[in-house]
């Protein structure tokens, strides 16, 4: 769907201080469909500047967004159509040449940031002499960076005059790298981004009359001088942050941090000359082309899950979780959090389940510290919890959901347990990472109610939730797992029940493929060296102690068991590692790591090759498109943008790498495999 | 109990709007409206903090959408006012915000409160009149009023009947004559200094209400003289000599005489008395008659001591009728809406009252011989509101306060 064009209207208004232009930006939409710039809205713009300037007595202008909005950038829907060059830097320097009217006006301009100032959005604020904003705008920043791309009309260049490059760093690179942050009203104008804050309830009203003032004299803006003095120190400091979390593997960063060092000395012309190339070189990576796409599909796509049968989801009114671990005590305070009802908590022990119990009052507490919770509800939310060691408490439950042990027979007897006594409509969930469901299931009166719920560890930060779809579970029961995973705020994606389902099995192979290539004489660190430089959010081994070394193992025997030594062999090293109970690969001394010596003792290598990176690359990379092949074939999920979804918000694959298959198909490596495409984009 | 003098400190509202999609206002909500009246109240008045008002009572005469769930204390909230301050909404049609005036005065008079803000808001645009009643049908079956006293019009095209000898050619005269005042007034900046500009949103962007849309400065007794009388064939009532369909918000800022001495802000007049009467629906342009009869002998003052008398023009006939009843001069007593009334300014209901008192404050202001005014309007349904002022700018006045 085409974007509305966002035009700019002027009207002008016969102030005590003479003619003022109010020029407003509106797509004819309201707030929820932000403004953005197309083409047609930069021609907009230049024919409202035509109209001003024919006034001939305008004293001067205020900038301003439709109610609640002010603008959130570039059409970056018009991204795809540019394939050249040429193309890209005519585009960029288009936006300079008509926003540059803007600064060249002989008046004071005033920008009323009065809602979301995203990318182009905020860089039109910066062409103006002045800008207000109001402390209750949520979203200001320039993501560009977060989508391959640099903020190119004017963004680094006047950004850094404005800011100074260590803000600017700030603003234009950090953020961006760290989950797209944002900035509301009361940051950016901290940052100095803006020269007033006025409170919501008058904002526009007080920022003409601060534009009044000025132009009566009555008050005056002072800003700090530009402060180049640590620049060498800021670009180096700034170099090692985008190192680390992206090690190379994305070149937007890098670009923009080259532009605000520029910025530092070239005079402004040059800045956006050298904006419209960086925007031309970006606009056609492949970091760009899959930004963008991950964007789309996370912000879009994600919305409407696939696979929801057409069944009314049944009310949940009280929660049963089974186990008291540090999964299960998560799940316990996500859904007292998000759904606000009442849990049951069972384990089988008193002092397990006491440590459970305190885990969740302590995440409350975390939450009223952080002043993101009163005091009240926290109190009111701790008293939902109710830890037992009795399965007889889950009878009054809808949803129950096992956390234990990874092991089919005891999955088997809680949920027998529990069916004693549940409602037979009551949902029964598990939270297994690898176990078949329909397994699970087999013995119980009611098979029908079972569903595969699983999280991704830490709960609170990884947004996704594998839906699995038994054997025999009902259209009912399936809706109500989808309708859950929405109340607690979690993307839910549909898979078959099948080994370790999709993230898992992708990691696994993954992980199975760096063992071996250990086992065949690789090292540890230059594994994870190798693809760390793929821009992963973390290596595979510096991964393991995070996951636990037990399960990582225990899922690739699942594995092995059911597909075979050839994709998922199960190293006789890595055993050993488990049961010898070490807890990682590494040794952390201060910054750095090394190998612990006992990991390198037990390990005991098969052959002794010599690896490059790039065979390393090649070989993850390979496996991994095949495997991807085979989960799209044997249907696990139904398209390829599932399995991009899933490793973005279940194992945070960053979003210049579109996930997996994006990256398989741009780089080649799908149809060097596989002969074909998976052609997500 | 002993009451306690109360005094405006005070007065002003938004631009008034036509209604409707061409209004300024269209876009903008009746309650951002209000906010804006009481925040500029605050602004002019900085010795008065939002922590010292009380009350907040604000008269509108549809109580539903962006006027409803009790706009006296969703405005206290949105304005900025801290959560301890009550607020609460009246509805007396055309009255409502001088009713909004007496019961926060009343209230600070008992000693109930120090400080109050009280005012009127209609948009006419989101509401036009009437159009969410539902008149109880014993109304009309049982006789009780006649089809015509809901129609304000046709209540006005009645008081002509009532009294033959105002024709319509003096009802066009009067308008006229208000028209002239008003563009007169505005051409010497009076009318300015009593609006808070407010930025507004329109499908062509942003622009400022920052001066009334409804006066036509233009207007003469020959283009008067052919415009339809919508509400009755060969009738007297035309758009001319009647007030419009409007959209605005006016308010005041109360307090007691000891509140405004100890804060140091200048008490410019005071409340003497009010009075509220009841006539037949069909005929209720009559109202200011009674209500001001009985404001009178309540105070023991008249006519006569009335220096000025800020009288609500709904319609012409009305004012004509209550001219003649106290013997003011016909067609124009100088006494009488100095700076024009509501057929120039427009008639945003509830918002007149408190612009009649603004009115008022302003004259006082200008004329320290002034002692007495009078605000009075009429009300559909039938009613008359009449309340009665004391000038403390008065030469000698031994209520002055020469803060």
Known sequence: MAEPITRFYPRFYDSPQGKIALVTMDNGHDYRKPNTFSEAALMSLNEALDRILAEGDVKGMLLTGKPYSFAAGADISQFPSITTFEEGYRSAKFGHTVMQRIRDLPFPTLAAVNGVALGGGLEIALYCRYRTVAPTVAAIGFPECFLGMVPAWGGCTLGTKLLGPEKAVELIIVNALSQNRLLDGMKAFEAGLADRLFPAVEFLDESLQFLLDILAGRTTVERPALDTGRLGEVVAGARAFVDSRVHGAAPAPYRALE??????????????????????????????????????????????????????????????????????????????????????????????????????????RKMVERGRMSEGKARHSVSLLHGTLDARDFADCDFVLEAVFEQMEVKKQVFADAERVLRPDAILASNTSALSLTEMAADLEHPERVVGFHFFNPVAVLPLVEIVQAGKTDASSLATAFDVAGKLKKTAVLVKDSPAFLVNRLLSRMLAECLSIVDEGGEFQQVDEALLALGLPMAPFELLPLVGLPVALHVLETLNLAFGSERFPVSPNFKKLVEARKAGIYLREGGSRRVDPEVERLWVRTGNKAFHAEEIRDRVLYSLARETDLILTEKVVSSPREVDLAMILGAGWPFFMGGLTVYLDLEGIASKVLGKVFSST | MKLRDVVVVDGVRTAFGRAGEKGFFWLTRADDMVVKVIRELLRRNPQVTPAMVEENAWGATSQEGDQGMTLGRTSALLAGLPPSCPGFSVDRMCAGGLTAITCAASEIALGVCDVAIAGGVEHMGHHPIGAAADPNPRFLAEKLVSGDALVMGKTAENLHDMFPEITREMADAYACHSQKKTAHAIQEGKIRKMIAPMTVYTREGWTVADRDQQPRPETTLETLKDLKTPFRVQGRVTAGNASGLNDGACGVLLMSADKARELGVKARMRLVGYAYAGVPPEIMGYGPIPATHKVFAQTGLSMEDMSFIELNEAFAVQCLVFMKEFGLEIPHDPRLNPLGGAIAFGHPLAASGPRLVTHLLHHFADSPQARYGLTTLCVGVGQGASAIWENLYAHGNPSRNDQ
């Open chain 1, 259 to 364: 532009l605000i060092e520029g910025a530092c000395n070239w005079d402004v012309e040059r800045g956006f000359e050298e904006e419209n190339k960086a925007a031309a070189d970006l606009i056609l990576t492949r970091q760009c082309k899959a930004s963008l796409y991950s964007f789309d599909l996370v912000n879009r796509y994600a919305k409407r899950p696939r696979g929801v049968p057409d069944a009314p989801p049944r009310p949940i009114r009280k929660v049963g979780i089974i186990g008291a671990g540090l999964m299960a005590s998560q799940l316990a305070h996500l859904f007292i959090h998000r759904m606000g009802v009442p849990v049951v908590m069972k384990d089988v022990k008193q002092e397990l389940l006491d440590k459970g119990c305190a885990y969740v009052a302590g995440e409350f």
